[in-house]
């Protein structure tokens, strides 16, 4: 079983970028499916990202499409999200989560069996 652990999270004016990164413990990483989710204040956890075990296929949420890129590293055990041209609507806990079930991308948070404690991104406008 991996454990996550999100780091990168802070404070970005909108229109910027931020960078985040999840680093996993354990020797089964890159047999896991890897997501990015994120949760606003008073709303529930939502999709934004996912990466197939080898990187092959990836999936957006379509409110980051084209803005957000997930990529892991399966030789350092990482899984990051780059953030580019963030809006204050991004302002959310972000979430990394794992899942040994899937080899391919999943939306659902009840496809993951392995969650990090979050790491909290704020846009200012």
């Known amino acids: 079983q991996v454990q996550l652990v999100e780091s990168g999270g802070g404070l970005v004016q909108a229109g910027g970028s931020l960078r985040l990164s999840c680093a996993a413990s354990?020797?089964?990483?890159?047999?896991?499916?890897m997501g990015w989710f994120r949760q606003a204040p008073g709303k529930e956890r939502e999709f934004v990202a996912a990466?197939?075990?080898?990187?092959?296929?990836?999936d957006y949420a379509d409110s980051v499409k084209g803005r957000f890129t997930i990529s892991r590293d399966n030789a350092k055990n990482t899984v990051s999200l780059q953030m580019n041209s963030v809006k204050p609507e991004d302002t959310a806990v972000y979430y990394c989560?794992?899942?040994?079930?899937?080899?391919?991308?999943?939306?659902?948070?009840?496809?993951?069996?392995?969650w990090g404690q979050g790491t909290q991104v704020t846009v200012s406008s």
């Open positions: 989560a794992a899942t040994s079930n899937y080899s391919g991308t999943g939306r659902r948070k009840a496809q993951y069996d392995v």
């Open positions: 354990g020797r089964t990483f890159s047999r896991h499916a």
């Open positions: 990466i197939s075990w080898n990187g092959g296929s990836t």
